[in-house]
């Protein structure tokens, strides 16, 4: 019998965190990139915020990785009290994806919500 286990990240060290006021303002930035790289794109939503993680690959730092720690370069946010399943930036509509399952990205988003001073846009 094979034995599985689930072995969320321990720790995420995120190295860029970027505020944005509004979740419009967000999903224009990713509208742009989309529209530039014509790349499908999609924020992720929990705990009241919509955000896009930067999440450097395992590869790149096998044994943090082993250790259970992730890198998020960038982490680009917005406050988003109520989940919906898009944000609409002009004709073009940026998905949203509810993640609160996801332990390691629900606590980054909780995270995000406790320690992020609202107020204006940091670039």
Do not use: C
């Not at 989309?34 to 930067?54: C, H, I, K, R, T």
């Not at 450097?56 to 009290?81: Q, W």
């Amino acid at each position: 019998m094979v034995s599985i286990i689930h072995a969320p990240p321990q720790e995420i060290v995120v190295t860029g965190l970027t505020s944005f006021s509004s979740q419009q303002n967000l999903a224009s930035m990713i509208a742009f990139v989309m529209n530039v790289s014509g790349q499908p794109m999609a924020l992720y939503w929990a705990e009241g915020v919509v955000f896009l993680a930067d999440f450097v690959e395992p590869e790149a730092l096998p044994e943090e990785y082993v250790k259970g720690r992730i890198f998020a370069s960038n982490v680009s946010h917005a406050p988003m009290p109520k989940y919906n399943n898009s944000v609409k930036v002009g004709t073009m509509e940026v998905p949203v994806i509810d993640v609160s399952s996801n332990i390691a990205l629900r606590d980054l988003a909780r995270w995000i919500r406790e320690n992020q001073q609202p107020g204006s846009e940091k670039s």
